[in-house]
């Protein structure tokens, strides 16, 4: 069965902590993986698409990477306006749907 | 930087009774998604919408839901008979290939 864990559950950083968020996927075809952020109450916010084992990608504080059996989400330097639930999904080959992992809430204190 | 519109954003109905959720998509997305989220669980696909046809559903996606694009901009979801397991966040998603997925800021649904 496809599956996507997302680890750890909460995280609690100081600012400036850096720190990295874990998505382990077991899928039957990878077609990419994706990082959204979701803000309570409202819609995921995308972030980055990685396709291939290797694969890094960069948006201010965050960096995406990719292996053959998980992704990582590094936070350098957080600030407070980092806070947020941070969501893993994966797309598979015949299949259109995404599949989320529960996420990982994220708490920058100042 | 245009964005997926949803509304309402938050619909409160009694059960048994129908809503409709409304999506207005980026204009270029030619893949369309409908979502839910149940309180503290994770984001459930519901079904795929390409060339003004369903290309998948899922399991949760049964003979009480449907969806339309009437008028080539408006995409919506139909509940016919709502059920109190029905309330959650419905979001709507597009893109412009069937790989990505841009989220609107959904619509809370409770069903009393």
């Known amino acids: ?110 | 930087e245009p964005e997926v519109t949803q509304t309402p954003s938050h619909q409160v109905t009694q059960m048994g009774q129908e809503v409709i959720l409304r999506c207005v998509p980026i204009s270029n997305h030619l893949y369309f998604y409908w979502y839910r989220q149940i309180l503290g669980q994770k984001v459930e696909f519901l079904v795929s919408f390409y060339n003004n046809e369903i290309s998948e559903k899922s399991e949760i996606f049964d003979d009480q839901f449907s969806v339309e694009r009437p008028d080539g901009s408006n995409f919506t979801l139909k509940i016919r008979s709502t059920k109190l397991e029905d309330s959650a966040m419905y979001f709507c998603a597009g893109g412009t290939e069937n790989t990505e997925a841009f989220f609107g800021q959904g619509t809370r649904l409770t069903v009393v």
């Not at chain 1, 995406?64 to 893993?88: G, M, N, Q, R, V």
């Not at chain 1, 015949?94 to 920058?108: A, E, W």
């Open chain 1, 1 to 110: 069965e496809d599956q996507v864990t997302q680890s750890p559950e909460a995280l609690r950083l100081q600012e400036g902590e850096s720190s990295s968020l874990n998505c382990s996927y077991t899928v039957s075809g990878l077609r990419g993986l994706f990082w959204y952020r979701q803000d309570p109450g409202k819609g995921p916010e995308f972030l980055f698409t990685l396709y291939s084992a290797g694969e890094e990608k960069e948006k201010e504080r965050l960096k995406a990477t990719l292996t053959k059996k998980e992704s990582f989400l590094h936070i350098t330097a957080p600030k407070p306006e980092d806070s947020a639930t941070y969501l893993c999904a994966v797309s598979i080959y015949n299949t259109d749907k995404l599949i989320f992992g529960t996420g990982t809430r994220l708490q920058v204190f100042p």
